[in-house]
């Protein structure tokens, strides 16, 4: 493998986005299949989400961390041992339609131009607005599981609040750390088992991670949590920085003390890529997100863009890597190269991997109230904006997200909608009694994440006759 | 069923929909057919520069007049425009630039008009406090301004609506024929009415060309760039001499710089794109010119498809060719400014076969097609 | 309160505001922060409301801090090195008056 070689590749066959499971097994696999491959990730080291510092483990945290952690380390070192270019902290903030990515590294851009582009950017966190979770101290699960990785830092007492398989992981891994949450605060609405049985049978095929799931629930009971359950009316107190969570739980309200509150919805996939490059999106009833359409093997509706991992739609590490060597061999295939190996094999595991995703989905959809969240509460964080300023923007004509942003700046900010896009589009669609496929979503422009002006005016791009 | 009206306009940009407005108020029926949303290219994502400083000649009179209507257009439409007045203007980076502007301000004073006026150093430093060391003085427009232009452009279609302009949103011309009356149909139905207007912008010269007139019109992208908000250090709209620069921070802080450099435009698929590499000599002139902002970061950047006319100035009159048939486009990325006063003098037009303004410059038969 | 379960890196000293803070190599300035209990690395540039880390991952933008001098720069994406100056952006508010 090559790394901060003097000479870096202008021209590859395949530019992979993203260094997580799904983007380190695609590049693998497209460098077996002999293309030229260069990976691309804004993050310090191989890994993306789940597998975050995974090339830094050491025996206490991976102890903390679980199998299914380590589990990366195999293919993090097999990417080493391949002829990949890896670029860490290399910023894809622009794409344009003649398949010129520019970069950002080490504070200056260049360009880097590519026959085929795999978006393997992976997830982010569904937002979870409520009064108060502006409020300093109030971080996502997902945050603390991220210093837990890579700094070995754990918040103590935090209080986690929300809902979905990574909030139970992440307080099973700070009970492991000596650092039990103060309390959880479960916000999943009472009757979704019930909406989650027709799911069960299938499920059931997948059930190495109903086990894993049901285990890590009883490891944190077991530890004696204060677990609040069917939780609503939730909202953060506080005046600098959060104080206290306040909610009803069984008919009674309750408040906590905490300066640590912690907040989980599930994980929707990152569209920032997709969108810039005007790939078709479609709402997913089931994941309650939009997802790029793609045909059987992870292509888009735009030429030469592919997409592999969560960020086709939630389906876990697993699946991600599987599915990320799937569409390297889609393009080996189409670049008329011998495949390293069998499409139907992977396919095959791909399914079985993802039997039990129905089940969770229907049992951990979003609770209304971060759907549609009361009219006072901060929807755009940013800029400020609030839900019931969405409604007005709504009322007074604005058809969809793009025409709010025009109104309210929503979505204008430095996130550029990352956080907010799915609440103001939810809040658009229920106004207006419409579809979320015809309300729709932001429009997505460069740069993908700011660069300074400086850095504009210094901008090396490739001398090549643009088309 | 064929809709009838006394006048059909194609286009919902700003234009369109303010020749709609003051036809309407001159008691006209009017139908405004645009094929997308009202403001959703040129008219609702421009720089929104309010901007009489540095035009072409034969524009003034027209940007003029325009000016006039600006300064009451919040109250005429009774909707915020994000309208505010403010000095524009155009920096002198060397002498040499300076005697240019002198000499320009001579011949507009010749004209009669005496809108714009010479800055000498300590005035431009006045004006603008922020300005480089070397910047020696400037040309200024001191009473013109900036307003948000997709505010601006909905409202003035909000106010036709109420005035009874019927606005058919999502609907694409496909043909237009004469008989005694236009017969326009759409991809969803026919309208018919004495008098039509093209002010289909980047998508005009088709239209034009389908009647047999020719109009060169390029689709263009210009870009523009936005930073992070950065405390206030300038109330003006900034522009340079000889570079191309635009140049304006808004009340929020955040600073919005283009000029000149274009993207990609194409009509086949509305969209435009941007081409950063173009925009290097922009950052590099914006930080010459206001050395504050080496500390900016941009967050966002957009583009938008415009018509431009090879000699840079629009095409505004009667057609060549047909009875009936006006035309209003290719203002050239320099538009929205004289949208009200272009809308109100061709309303006039269009209604009384008459106006004062000699439009002899923006006739449509001054381009001589290819191979005749 | 932050706890650092276990020390990998070498200690690595930079200064938040002009307080110096003890980090390790390998930590992020956002983790490094949090690992030294400060929680409050802004002020929002609308309200002027105290912010602070959110997602830790990139896609939030609520840790924008100056850094060697370069605003707005991911407090959670940028790694700490010996001697960094570090300070906290406040808001913008001669704008808001201007703007108000
Ligand atoms: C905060 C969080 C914590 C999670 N924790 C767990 C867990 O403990 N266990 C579990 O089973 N699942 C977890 N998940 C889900 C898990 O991350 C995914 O199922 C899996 O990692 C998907 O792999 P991927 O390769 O698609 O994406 P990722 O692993 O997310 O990789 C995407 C990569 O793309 C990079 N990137 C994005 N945009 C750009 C750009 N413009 N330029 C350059 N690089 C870019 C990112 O830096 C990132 O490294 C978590 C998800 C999140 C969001
Ligand atoms: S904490 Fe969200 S971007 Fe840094």
Redesign the pocket.
């Known amino acids: 493998m090559t790394q901060h070689s003097p000479m870096e590749p202008t021209k590859v066959d395949v530019a992979v ?9 695609a590049a693998v696999t497209a460098s077996k299949a002999g293309l030229s491959v260069a990976l ?4 310090q080291s ?7 510092n995974i090339e830094n483990g050491t025996p206490f945290r991976d102890g903390i ?2 199998r ?2 380590v589990a990366g380390r195999t293919l993090a070192q097999s990417l080493r041992a391949s002829d990949v270019t890896y670029l860490p902290r ?4 622009n794409i344009s339609t003649d398949n010129m990515l520019d ?1 950002s590294r080490d504070g200056s851009s260049s360009q880097l131009i590519a026959d085929k582009i795999i ?7 569904r937002p979870s607005p409520m009064p108060g979770w502006t409020l300093a101290g109030v971080t ?4 603390l ?2 210093l837990l ?1 890579a700094s070995g830092v754990v918040q103590e007492d935090a209080v986690l609040v929300g809902s979905g ?2 909030m139970w ?2 307080a099973a ?1 700070m009970i492991s750390a000596g650092t039990p949450p103060k309390a959880i605060v479960e916000t999943t609405p009472k009757g979704r088992m019930a909406q989650a049985m027709p799911h069960i049978l299938q499920a059931l095929k997948g059930h190495r991670y109903l086990t894993k799931g049901l285990s890590m629930i009883r490891q944190v009971r077991g530890a004696g949590i204060p677990i609040y359950n069917a939780a609503t009316n939730v909202r953060i107190n506080g005046g600098e920085v959060a104080e206290s969570v306040t909610f009803i739980s069984k008919g009674k309200e309750h408040t906590i003390h905490s300066n640590h509150i912690a907040l989980h919805q599930g ?1 929707v996939p ?1 569209q ?2 997709t969108r810039l490059l005007r790939c078709d999106h479609k709402w997913d009833a089931s994941q309650h997100c939009f997802r790029p359409v793609l045909d059987g093997q992870g292509k888009t509706s735009v030429p030469d863009v592919y997409v ?5 739609g ?8 599987l ?2 060597r799937l569409v390297a061999l889609a393009i080996a295939q189409e670049k008329g190269k011998a495949l390293p190996e069998r499409v139907d094999r992977l396919e095959a595991a791909l399914a079985s991997d993802g039997a039990v995703r129905p089940f969770l989905e229907a049992m951990y959809a979003p609770a209304p109230q971060f759907v549609k969240p009361a009219k006072e509460t901060i929807v755009c964080r940013c800029e400020e904006v609030t839900a019931g300023a969405i409604q007005e923007a709504v009322d007074l004509g604005a058809p969809g997200p793009n025409q709010v942003k025009s109104f309210l700046r929503s979505g204008m900010g430095p996130c550029q909608g990352r956080v907010c896009g799915l609440v103001v589009a939810s809040i658009i669609a229920e106004r207006r009694k419409a579809s979320m496929d015809e309300t729709g979503y932001y429009r997505i422009r460069p740069p ?2 700011p660069i300074p002006l400086s850095e504009l005016a210094n901008f090396q791009p490739l001398e090549v006759a643009q088309k | 069923m064929t809709q009838t009206a006394d006048l059909i306009v194609i286009g919902g940009g700003i234009h369109g929909s303010s020749t709609a407005l003051f036809a309407a108020l001159r008691g006209m029926s009017v139908i405004v057919i645009e094929k997308d949303t009202v403001a959703r290219h040129a008219s609702g994502v421009n720089a929104g520069g309010v901007r009489r400083l540095g035009r072409h000649l034969a524009e003034v009179p027209l940007s003029q007049h325009s000016m006039e209507i600006w300064y009451g257009l919040q109250d005429m439409l009774g909707a915020d425009c994000g309208f505010q007045i403010a000095p524009q203007i155009k920096v002198a980076e060397n002498e040499e630039e300076l005697d240019r502007h002198r000499a320009r301000v001579q011949t507009l004073n010749r004209m009669g008009f005496y809108h714009e006026t010479i800055l000498d150093q300590p005035q431009v430093r006045h004006y603008l406090p922020a300005v480089a060391d070397h910047v020696v003085g400037g040309l200024a427009s001191l009473r013109d301004g900036f307003a948000q232009p997709f505010w601006t452009t909905t409202a003035i279609a909000r106010k036709a609506t109420q005035a009874g302009v019927v606005f058919k949103e999502g609907e694409r011309v496909l043909s237009l024929k004469r008989e005694t009356d236009w017969t326009v149909t759409t991809d969803q139905d026919i309208y018919q009415a004495p008098k039509v207007l093209n002010a289909a912008g980047a998508w005009a010269g088709a239209l034009a060309g389908s009647l047999g007139e020719y109009a060169p019109v390029e689709a263009i992208a210009p870009m523009m760039i936005v930073t992070a908000r950065l405390p206030k250090f300038c109330d003006a709209v900034v522009g340079a001499t000889g570079r191309p620069l635009s140049f304006k921070q808004m009340p929020n802080g955040t600073v919005v710089i283009g000029g000149g450099r274009r993207g990609r435009a194409d009509t086949a698929t509305n969209t435009s794109e941007m081409l950063f590499p173009e925009l290097r000599n922009t950052a590099a002139t914006a930080m010459d010119i206001f050395p504050i902002m080496r500390g900016a970061t941009i967050v966002r950047s957009w583009s938008g498809v415009e018509g431009r006319m090879p000699d840079d100035i629009p095409v505004i009159g009667p057609s060549a060719l047909h009875d009936g048939l006006y035309h209003s486009f290719g203002f050239s990325a320099h538009g929205f400014q004289m949208g009200p006063g272009t809308g109100e003098t061709m309303a006039g037009l269009i209604e009384t076969g008459a106006t004062q303004f000699d439009l002899s410059a923006f006739a449509i038969d001054r381009f001589a097609p290819p191979n005749t | 309160m932050a706890k650092r379960i276990e020390n990998t890196g070498e200690p690595v000293q930079f200064t938040f505001d002009g307080q110096t803070v003890t980090a390790q190599s390998g930590d992020t300035v956002a983790a490094a922060l949090t690992a030294a209990g400060i929680d409050i690395l802004r002020s929002s540039v609308v309200s002027g409301a105290p912010r602070g880390v959110f ?5 939030c933008f609520e840790c924008l801090v100056e850094v060697d001098g370069v605003p707005n720069r991911q407090a959670c994406q940028v790694p700490v090195t010996e001697g960094l100056t570090v300070c906290s952006q406040q808001g913008a508010p001669e704008v808001l008056e201007a703007s108000a």
Request: aromatic letters at 4%; hydrophobic letters at 45%.
């Open positions: 986005i993203g260094a997580g499971p799904a983007g380190m097994a691309l990730d804004e993050g191989l890994g993306g989400q789940i597998y975050r961390l679980g299914d952690y290399t910023t894809v903030w970069l978006v393997a950017t992976g997830a982010v966190e996502t699960v997902g945050a599981q991220i990785k398989p990574l992981l992440v891994q994980v990152n920032q890529v592999a991992g969560d960020g086709a939630i389906g876990g590490a697993k699946s991600a890597a599915m990320g993908l994440k | 997602c830790m991952m990139g896609t």
